[in-house]
């Protein structure tokens, strides 16, 4: 299954639902991240980043139909953990050309650095 294909399957749901889904994943790399030391759970952690870059379209566009994310009209994105957290892990494993591609695909959505 493509990423495209997965988002579609999702792109039903609310936008609260969304943003649920975004910070479950987002507690859930805090917690396996932490365990790293485990290879198991860097590995856990790898891919539930993944996962919530993978939601990212949607929850960005989940997030402007909040109001409280505006200030005088402006849209104000916040930053997004799971890719702060993938290229703090890609920088690492010195995968320099996957961290260029998912900062490109952060600043393409609006997400604060």
Same mark, same amino acid.
């Given at each position: 299954?493509?990423? %495209?294909?997965?988002?579609?399957?999702?792109?039903?749901? +609310?936008?609260?639902?969304?943003?649920?889904?975004?910070? +479950?994943?987002?507690?859930?790399?805090?917690?396996?991240?932490?365990?790293?030391?485990?290879? #198991?759970?860097?590995?856990?952690?790898? +891919?539930?980043?993944?996962?919530?870059?993978?939601? +990212?379209?949607?929850?960005?566009?989940?997030?402007?139909?909040?109001?409280?994310?505006?200030?005088?009209?402006?849209?104000?994105?916040?930053?997004?953990?799971?890719?702060?957290?993938?290229?703090?892990?890609?920088?690492?494993?010195? %995968?320099?050309?996957?961290?260029?591609?998912?900062?490109?695909?952060? #600043?393409? %959505?609006?997400?604060?650095?």
């Amino acid at each position: 299954m493509t990423e %495209e294909e997965w988002l579609d399957g999702l792109r039903h749901l +609310s936008p609260d639902m969304i943003l649920k889904t975004h910070f +479950s994943l987002q507690e859930q790399i805090k917690k396996h991240y932490k365990l790293r030391a485990d290879p #198991k759970h860097l590995k856990t952690a790898i +891919s539930l980043c993944e996962q919530q870059i993978a939601l +990212s379209p949607l929850a960005i566009d989940a997030l402007k139909q909040n109001p409280q994310m505006y200030s005088k009209g402006e849209f104000f994105a916040p930053s997004h953990h799971g890719y702060r957290q993938y290229a703090v892990i890609l920088r690492r494993q010195k %995968e320099f050309d996957k961290l260029d591609t998912i900062e490109r695909k952060m #600043k393409s %959505e609006g997400w604060a650095a």
